[in-house]
């Protein structure tokens, strides 16, 4: 799921269709995007505390896709990761 991901996220980076939230995010430049996933970050820490599985569910959802957004941005992979996860395996 997370490699689709990545890769819509890429195609909204490259191709920059009109209406687009991503590509809206690769405009406004890394800040805004480093920004938004620490916003992001923020909700999921409250919704960890204080809120429904439903909403925990909802918020790690959103960190997943703004996580995706800046890696992309980045030139980083999700392959990246798992590859520096199973690195750290051994």
């Given at each position: 799921m997370l490699d689709e991901l990545e890769?819509?996220?890429r195609d909204r980076q490259?191709?920059?269709?009109?209406g687009s939230y991503t590509a809206s995010l690769f405009a406004a430049g890394?800040?805004?995007i480093a920004q938004k996933f620490g916003e992001e970050a923020?909700?999921?820490?409250i919704a960890a505390q204080s809120q429904t599985r439903d909403r925990l569910i909802e918020e790690s959802a959103d960190l997943a896709y703004h996580l995706t957004v800046l890696l992309v941005s980045k030139g980083v992979?999700?392959?990246d990761?798992?590859?520096e996860?199973?690195?750290r395996q051994k």
């Open positions: 890769g819509v996220i490259l191709n920059a269709p009109a890394p800040d805004r923020i909700e999921l820490l992979s999700w392959q990761v798992a590859a996860l199973t690195r």
